[in-house]
């Protein structure tokens, strides 16, 4: 089975530009969620996506929006880029089941890189 | 969710025992201690979770002090491609599936 899908591998922008990023979900999962990560920084908590609909919302300023689709597929936009939203754009998706332990599977990530 | 402390880096020789330390002092009685682990241009990899008992996997074993203020990550015979970034993480078991990662431990293996 597939694992977490994210494209694009690799991205460069400028300064003010928008991007938007993409995420297909492990087959079943409902649940999307987005991390930033930093050099030398562990991830940063973006946003949940369940059903489409918010579940948790990390300390990002409003130029960070995302979505959920009927297929549970997500998009991550960022408008009005700055220097410092260069990272790597990581996404997590999850059964959602309620069980007790739930593990995230996360993709390999999207690198933004703003100049 | 509970901060939590870990050593900044580690070494270990290949085909020992690594003991990966954490301390999260001020975990409450509902939060969860996990660990995921991060290898160079990967996502994070989930390794292993635990409340109060000790548990084991394929992958490693979780052991969790009597008063839940520390535990350690042992990856019993370690390899090569065990080298990563170690993130110890506490939280609650329910809610939104928000992880909160330190800057982790970069374990090293020495062949």
């Known amino acids: 089975d597939a694992g977490v899908t994210q494209s694009p591998t690799h991205l460069i922008k400028t300064r003010g530009q928008q991007v938007t990023l993409r995420c297909s979900p492990i087959?079943?999962?409902?649940?999307v969620s987005w991390y930033q990560q930093v050099l030398g920084q562990g991830p940063q908590f973006i946003f949940q996506y369940y059903e489409k609909e918010e579940r948790g919302r990390g300390n990002f300023p409003d130029r960070f929006s995302a979505r959920q689709f009927p297929n549970y597929s997500s998009e991550l936009n960022v408008n009005a880029l700055l220097l410092g939203d260069s990272a790597l754009y990581l996404c997590a998706s999850s059964p959602r089941t309620g069980l007790v332990g739930e593990k995230l599977f996360f993709g390999s990530g999207t690198q933004l890189s703003v100049l | 969710d509970a901060k939590t402390t870990q050593p900044t880096s580690m070494d270990c020789a290949e085909g020992r025992a690594a003991n990966l330390p954490c301390n999260h002092s001020t975990i409450s009685g509902n939060e969860y201690v996990y660990w995921y682990r991060q290898i160079h241009s990967q996502g994070p990899q989930y390794i292993i979770h635990g409340l109060k008992n000790n548990e084991t996997n394929e992958m490693a074993s979780l052991i969790i002090t009597e008063d839940r203020k520390s535990s350690t990550l042992i990856l019993p015979h370690a390899t090569l491609r065990d080298t990563a970034v170690y993130y110890c993480i506490v939280r609650l078991n329910f809610g939104n599936e928000k992880l909160t990662f330190g800057t982790g431990t970069r374990l090293t293996i020495i062949p």
């Open positions: 087959s079943g999962h409902k649940s």
